[in-house]
């Protein structure tokens, strides 16, 4: 790819930034806010997303829109990653679980903020290709694995924050075993038409409050017998 291609596409990732930054003024209502965070904000302008899409697709890696990857699945509009990732609120030093790696394009947002991402996947094709180029852009802090994202990793627990991108139609308890005390986990939760966008906190004595948000829609969660 030619320096000119680099800066045109640089250029479209600020664009779509700047997109998404009217959105969440437009949504600062629903959000009790009317800004993201500095620090997703510069994640998001970093993490190159046009490696994270199909290669036919690449012409579309920054219009603010989801794009399909495979399997059935598609990379989230951009103004939903970067809220979602604004409301785990992360810490440089937070271990982060992510469940539902995609071609890990949330993956590389997650690993640009926390200290360690561990990441699960269920379709081990989208796995594999995702691990490819996570590793290609020089995210060496996430983890990924094959397997069922309700059951969560817990050899890798607990979790200071836990991001999900398939939408169950309950909290997965296994996932909130998961989560710290003082951690917080964002899902979009219900069936269909019905789903919305909830943050889930747990208080250091494990009491679980939890938040709705905007209505959404994602792919359901899958899980396996």
């Not at 691990?131 to 995210?139: A, D």
């Not at 169950?168 to 219900?190: A, D, E, F, H, T």
Request: hydrophobic residues 40%.
């Amino acid at each position: 790819m030619s320096d000119t291609d680099e800066l045109d596409l640089e250029s479209r990732r600020r664009a779509m930034v700047m997109i998404v930054a009217v959105y969440a003024r437009l949504c600062a209502e629903e959000l009790g806010k009317e800004r993201l965070s500095d620090r997703v904000m510069q994640a998001m302008t970093t993490v190159p997303r046009h490696r994270f899409v199909p290669a036919e697709l690449q012409e579309w890696a920054y219009e603010d829109m989801p794009l399909p990857i495979g399997q059935g699945k598609t990379i989230s509009q951009p103004f939903m990653v970067a809220l979602m990732t604004d409301l785990l609120a992360i810490k440089e030093p937070d271990k982060v679980l992510e469940i539902g790696t995609g071609l890990g394009y949330q993956s590389a947002i997650l690993a640009e903020l926390a200290k360690h991402v561990f990441t699960v996947e269920i379709m081990e094709e989208l796995a594999r290709e995702a691990e490819r180029r996570l590793r290609s852009t020089g995210y060496d802090n996430v983890q990924l694995r094959i397997g069922d994202g309700s059951r969560g990793w817990i050899e890798r627990g607990p979790f200071d924050k836990i991001m999900v991108s398939a939408a169950p139609q309950r909290i997965p308890q296994r996932l909130l075993g998961q989560l710290k005390p003082g951690g917080k986990m964002v899902l979009p939760l219900g069936a269909g038409e019905e789903q919305k966008l909830v943050v889930v906190e747990k208080g250091e004595d494990d009491h679980v409050r939890t938040r709705e948000l905007i209505a959404v829609r994602f792919s359901p969660l899958i899980a396996s017998n």
